[in-house]
């Protein structure tokens, strides 16, 4: 089965254009070496929780959206592999293509695929 690595963010609401943009040229990045497919989502009914959501994992603020991401590998082999040359892609530097959102509250990991139907 594929391999999938999550992501979960809080982006200043002002800065969706530009998350775009950024998710954009990233989504082509990691596709060149070896992504089938980028998938961002900006949140629209993310409730607030008393122990534990989606806004207080990622410390969210006011003034921010929670963005929900992930990337789809054909397999760990191929990620590791790709995800290797993604960090070091000069288009994704952060001179490039700066992050529009605070990446120290930026929560990821890479999952083993246990149902696809």
């Known amino acids: 089965m594929n391999y999938i690595d999550g992501f979960v963010a809080a982006v200043p609401t002002v800065n969706q254009e530009a998350y775009i943009h950024h998710a ?6 990691f596709k060149e070496h070896g992504a089938l497919r980028v998938t961002e989502c900006w949140g ?3 409730p607030e929780g008393q122990t534990t959501s989606f806004s207080m994992a990622v410390k969210r603020q006011p003034e921010e ?3 929900f991401a992930w990337i789809e590998w054909p397999s760990r ?3 590791d592999a ?4 993604v960090m070091e892609d000069p288009r994704l ?5 700066p992050m529009p959102f605070d990446g120290k509250r930026l929560i990821y990991g890479g999952f083993r695929m246990l149902l696809d139907e």
Do not use: F, I, S
């Open 93 to 97: 530097q952060p001179d490039a293509n």
């Open 82 to 85: 790709g995800m290797a040359k």
């Open 65 to 67: 959206t929670v963005v």
């Open 44 to 46: 629209d009914d993310v």
């Open 24 to 29: 954009r040229l990233a989504a082509q990045v």
């Open 77 to 79: 082999e191929v990620r």
